[in-house]
């Protein structure tokens, strides 16, 4: 479903994302994990159509994101670490308007926009305003958005920070019973490395803009011979604190400037 050969993300000098290459099977569960900025996110918006390769190759089931970016976009579901609603509109209107972007036919779009939003238990909420929404409202309401048009993939960039317990497993069951009755590939990354052993079927670990590591959770333990991923994560990452600085984030931004011109 997934294909990455050899991909390269720079910005100006900055290399975010080194020479990578993996693949996701078509119904997996992947798990992509990495410090801060490590390039999670980078390879994602590469993945996603929103930024395009230095050098090296995408395939996403079947097509590639730079020269085929709408094909791909109808592909895949995406929630994204940052919010992306718009509060101004209710939650139906949010929906509505995806729906309408991705040419879902009006009687299933209405069809599927009830079920999601009963789902995800935000269905007697569906005519207040998003900006009344909690966070963790706002989360479920971006997952239903991403599945409204039915996706082969849906792409998670830490989709659970900041929620409750009890949000976070309603969703994974949820995304569960989507990837085993629809046979839905999920794409995720996550700090929570609890979530990442339970979930994942494999697991990739990228950092410095490398794939350090990849494999099932109990392969990852044992090529570290740690007991848990959390601790075969930090023998492969290092214990340091990992902070996006401003020093980096400053170098990204100026990076990002002079590319664009």
């Given at each position: 479903?997934?294909?990455v050969?050899?991909l390269?993300?720079?910005?100006?000098?900055?290399?975010?994302?080194?020479?990578?290459?993996f693949?996701?099977?078509?119904?997996?569960?992947?798990?992509?994990?990495?410090?801060?900025g490590a390039?999670?996110?980078t390879t994602?918006?590469m993945?996603?159509?929103?930024?395009?390769?230095?050098n090296?190759?995408?395939?996403?089931n079947?097509?590639?994101p730079?020269?085929?970016?709408?094909?791909?976009r109808?592909?895949f579901?995406?929630?994204?670490?940052?919010p992306?609603l718009?509060?101004?509109?209710?939650a139906?209107?949010?929906?509505?308007?995806?729906?309408?972007l991705?040419d879902?036919?009006?009687k299933?779009?209405?069809e599927?926009?009830e079920?999601?939003l009963?789902?995800?238990?935000?269905?007697d909420?569906k005519?207040?305003?998003v900006?009344?929404f909690?966070g963790?409202?706002?989360r479920r309401?971006?997952?239903?958005?991403?599945?409204?048009?039915h996706p082969?993939?849906i792409?998670l960039?830490e989709?659970t920070?900041?929620?409750?317990?009890?949000?976070?497993?309603?969703?994974w069951?949820?995304?569960?019973e989507?990837?085993?009755?629809?046979s839905t590939t999920?794409f995720?990354?996550?700090h929570?490395?609890?979530?990442?052993?339970?979930i994942a079927q494999?697991?990739a670990?990228?950092?410095h803009?490398?794939i350090?590591?990849?494999?099932?959770?109990?392969?990852?333990k044992?090529q570290?011979?740690?007991n848990?991923?959390?601790?075969a994560?930090?023998a492969?990452?290092?214990?340091?604190?990992?902070?996006?600085?401003?020093?980096?984030t400053d170098?990204?931004r100026?990076a990002?400037h002079?590319?664009?011109?």
């Open positions: 479903m997934i294909k050969n050899n390269t993300k720079k910005f100006h000098n900055f290399v975010a994302v080194d020479n990578i290459s693949s996701v099977n078509d119904g997996e569960i992947f798990a992509f994990l990495g410090p801060n390039g999670k996110s994602i918006k993945l996603t159509t929103l930024l395009s390769p230095t090296g190759e995408v395939i996403i079947g097509h590639d730079v020269r085929e970016p709408d094909i791909v109808r592909t579901g995406i929630v994204f670490q940052d992306s718009d509060d101004e509109l209710t139906w209107e949010n929906i509505e308007l995806h729906g309408v991705y879902v036919p009006d299933l779009r209405k599927r926009a079920q999601l009963k789902y995800v238990d935000l269905w909420r005519d207040s305003l900006k009344e909690s963790g409202m706002k309401l971006e997952i239903a958005r991403g599945l409204l048009h082969k993939i792409f960039d989709p920070l900041g929620l409750d317990p009890q949000t976070r497993n309603h969703m069951t949820y995304l569960k989507l990837n085993k009755n629809e999920i995720f990354t996550t929570y490395m609890e979530e990442a052993e339970r494999r697991i670990i990228i950092d803009g490398k350090i590591a990849s494999g099932t959770s109990e392969e990852l044992s570290t011979n740690t848990s991923l959390e601790e994560f930090l492969l990452t290092g214990k340091n604190i990992r902070e996006e600085s401003a020093s980096s170098r990204m100026t990002r002079r590319w664009r011109r």
